[in-house]
């Protein structure tokens, strides 16, 4: 390990893994070392890459940046474990090493998981092309513990690239190196924090990070078994939640995304089913939580719609059943956009 020492003891340990990453590399650390929060470290993990990554990575001379090279690749998991176990802050931030970070990613978080009590806190992303060209927004709502932790049950709200975790509690927990984790470990890792009642979740609907479509991702290259496995987390949550699972309609509409072609797709059905669900384990919110996040249940079913591998006769049935929440949805979408522009300095 290189390490460049400084005298200030960091609050936060931003730890990102790289392999074979020169090509985003620069611009994923430089959104990082101009964070306009200060006190952090940068664990720059090498997980054996054979391009130019250590180059570029050893060119920096900032002394946040601590350069670890595995001598050989380990895989993603193991190599996040690793930096778990070489993180000296008190909160460890996810990034990846062809993403892009908010300038005020770090502070954001930060102030939140310091005035509030809160373990874990993500944020919207907004979703690039390998060139940087706007393509999408991720979810895009202010989402507290009860809702977080609602939405764990039908997927994962949280998205990893953008997430800062108390590292007490990272320690704790970790990612588990076993085979039904892989693909699947940022969400195999949520359900198992929201096993204690204790530990505090949030999503901002600000959005902090650019995530890279790329293609080559893995989320990508592995997307229909990435789901799958997605579906039994998600499966056994609602178990040990609701006492019983959801139908295989809602789960293929909102988590599998219509790959389950042995299921018919009735996503009207889905979504009342969704919504139903909600209600019945909603009562012991208070009133103004209610109503949010009922809002923001119906948003998210709706735009989830626009994600799925669903016919366009399914989504103007959906668009007439919700017309109101639709023309919601579209709206915001295209707010987000403006917004990116102007947070990313992008044209």
Known sequence: MIQRETNETPLVSVLMPVYNGEAYLREAI??????????????????????????????????????????????????????????????????????????????????????????????????????????????????NNELTRFMLMFGNPINHPAVTVRTSIMHKFKYRESYDAIHVEDYDLWSRMAADPLIQFAITAIPLLCYRRTGENITERHLENLLKSSAIIARQMQLNQL?????????????????????????????????????SNSATLPGNWKRNLRKWVEFRSVQAIFQIHASRVTKLKVAIKFPIMTTKVLTRLAFIRIKYNTVFNRK
């Open 30 to 143: 430089d959104s990082i070392i101009h964070q306009t929060y200060t006190t952090f470290e940068l664990l720059l993990i090498n997980d054996g890459s054979t391009d130019s990554s250590e180059i570029i990575a050893l060119s920096y001379s900032d002394i946040r940046i601590k350069y670890i090279k595995n001598e050989s690749n380990i895989g993603l998991i193991k190599t996040l474990n690793k930096g778990i176990g070489l993180a000296k802050g008190k909160y460890i931030a996810r990034m990846d090493a062809d993403d892009i970070s908010s300038i005020e990613r770090l502070s954001t978080q930060v102030s939140i998981l310091e005035s509030r009590n809160i373990d874990v806190i993500s944020s919207s992303v907004t979703k690039i092309s390998s060139i940087g060209a706007y393509i999408g927004i991720g979810d895009c709502l202010e989402c």
């Open 243 to 279: 006492g019983h699972a959801a139908s295989d309609n809602l789960n293929n509409a909102i988590i599998l995304r219509g790959f389950d072609r042995s299921v018919s797709l009735d996503v009207p059905n889905a979504i009342s089913e969704f919504i139903q669900i909600f209600n």
